[in-house]
């Protein structure tokens, strides 16, 4: 049965506070980056983490509060509540590819989290959510109809202090369908969460 919209945006509501603040989440300023390592937007290290150390991940329900949803009865809305739907699974198939030994599993609000020392949590939030024209980028091209996404996110430990939080954001010119071109720049996300962890292990 498919949850509606509304059920996904409960857990992780953002704060303007200190850093990338995340409701429930003692966010701090720490080493700041932009551009980092050439892959990521935005970083601010407060912490060191070992990804290796852990065994599991429990990830919050992904906040779009501060993003605008395309009108329910039009194809945007139907291609955007399945992909986000399938956003966690996303997610895990892509940490796991880079950490075998890594579980992930999704919980229904950052409340239902009983962190210990051999897990952590996140949460994610999107920012920007245009999922952009599909027809100008079939017809026109040449950045036509792009579509745009900006995640933020924030890892934290059993205490709920962040280890680190970061913005990411994609700009999609491909156009196959508005699923599709979603579920990509999923995966792109995933795969820079993963390049994250690997890095601040290294």
Not at 138 to 167: L, W
Request: aromatic share 8%.
């Amino acid at each position: 049965m498919k949850k509606s919209l509304s059920l996904l945006t409960a857990a992780c509501v953002s704060l303007c506070m200190m850093a990338q603040d995340f409701h429930g989440v003692t966010c701090r300023e720490g080493q700041v980056f932009h551009n980092w390592h050439n892959r990521v937007d935005y970083i601010n290290i407060v912490m060191p983490l070992n990804i290796n150390r852990y065994e599991m991940i429990y990830l919050c329900p992904v906040d779009v509060s501060n993003v605008q949803l395309p009108d329910k009865s039009g194809k945007k809305y139907a291609a955007l509540q399945e992909s986000l739907e399938a956003l966690p699974e996303i997610m895990a198939k892509h940490i796991k590819k880079h950490f075998p030994h890594l579980k992930v599993q999704t919980v229904n609000s950052l409340d239902e989290l009983n962190l210990d020392d051999r897990s952590l949590g996140l949460c994610l939030r999107f920012d920007e959510l245009d999922m952009g024209d599909l027809a100008l980028r079939v017809s026109v091209g040449a950045g036509a109809g792009a579509q745009r996404i900006s995640m933020a996110g924030v890892f934290f430990d059993k205490d709920k202090n962040e280890f680190f939080d970061f913005k990411q954001r994609h700009v999609d010119i491909i156009g196959r369908s508005y699923k599709k071109d979603l579920q990509l720049a999923f995966a792109n996300f995933g795969k820079d969460i993963a390049k994250m962890l690997d890095t601040l292990t290294k």
